[in-house]
């Protein structure tokens, strides 16, 4: 399923905005909207709070880099460095680079570069930079493609429960996402920040004034959205991805109240 496939983005108005901590004055736009009506299916449902990850949870995220990467290595044609030892040099360079820049299309365009840079085999030109600039900047002209099941579920949910969205990345670059998405109104709140730990879920809980034993972090990240949120004293849905980015793999630490589902549309089951 695909929602407004039709729009792109131009990589000129992306604007690179560095969030480091949650604004809960500020957030973004969208940041809070009427709570919809409250249509219990039994007296013994209670209303919580789930919050929901976007890239490769809601939307399909890492394809694009993944992409782009291998269009990478064809360019760079390095001749005895396979794709896999190219992928070990270009994370070490985005390990290093997360914590100063963050993520998103136009830092991992960065990261590209350098990896380019240090393996390149030939002399480096202005159009060898930009072709590889490119590379990453088309990431941004892809449409939103849902994953399956992700609108309705969202909406029957939303019937029942009080739904945020807790995003990491450039504002900019995942306001454009958001948007496209057309999920915006299912949320009363969308919060963008640089980084998610265990940090960030606490300053969100007592940002929002948010009851931990009835809110969960539902998402695909054992990183990012699972082990931290657990560390912070709330609940944990993990969704997986087959295609989830290398750097956001841990071991699911279940020390706290976890639940794990095969699709996004399982939570109706639970929820």
Request: proline share 4%.
């Amino acid at each position: 399923m695909r929602a407004h496939s039709d729009q792109r983005v131009s990589v000129r108005n992306a604007i690179i905005v560095a969030c480091s901590r949650i604004d809960c004055r500020r957030s973004i736009q969208h940041l809070t909207r009427p709570r919809p009506p409250f249509r219990s299916y039994s007296d013994s449902v209670t209303r919580q709070t789930l919050i929901f990850d976007a890239d490769d949870t809601l939307w399909e995220n890492n394809v694009y880099f993944e992409r782009a990467f291998e269009e990478f290595c064809e360019y760079l044609a390095h001749s005895r460095l396979s794709p896999p030892e190219v992928r070990a040099v270009l994370d070490e360079i985005e390990i290093v680079n997360r914590e100063l820049h963050g993520y998103g299309a136009l830092n991992f365009g960065r990261n590209l570069s350098q990896c380019y840079e240090r393996l390149c085999e030939r002399r480096i030109g202005p159009d060898d930079r930009a072709r590889v600039m490119a590379f990453a900047e088309r990431i941004l002209e892809q449409p939103v493609e849902l994953i399956d099941g992700v609108a309705e579920t969202l909406a029957e949910l939303a019937s029942r429960h009080d739904l945020m969205l807790f995003t990491k990345g450039t504002q900019d670059e995942q306001q454009m996402k958001v948007d496209a998405s057309g999920l915006a109104t299912h949320f009363s709140q969308i919060v963008i920040v640089r980084e998610k730990n265990a940090a960030s879920y606490s300053e969100l809980v007592a940002c929002r004034g948010l009851e931990r034993k009835l809110t969960w972090m539902v998402g695909n990240s054992p990183r990012s959205d699972i082990n931290p949120a657990l560390e912070a004293g709330l609940g944990a849905v993990y969704v997986p991805h087959p295609r989830t980015w290398s750097l956001e793999h841990e071991e699911v630490r279940a020390n706290g109240r976890l639940i794990t589902v095969e699709r996004l549309t399982d939570l109706r089951r639970h929820f």
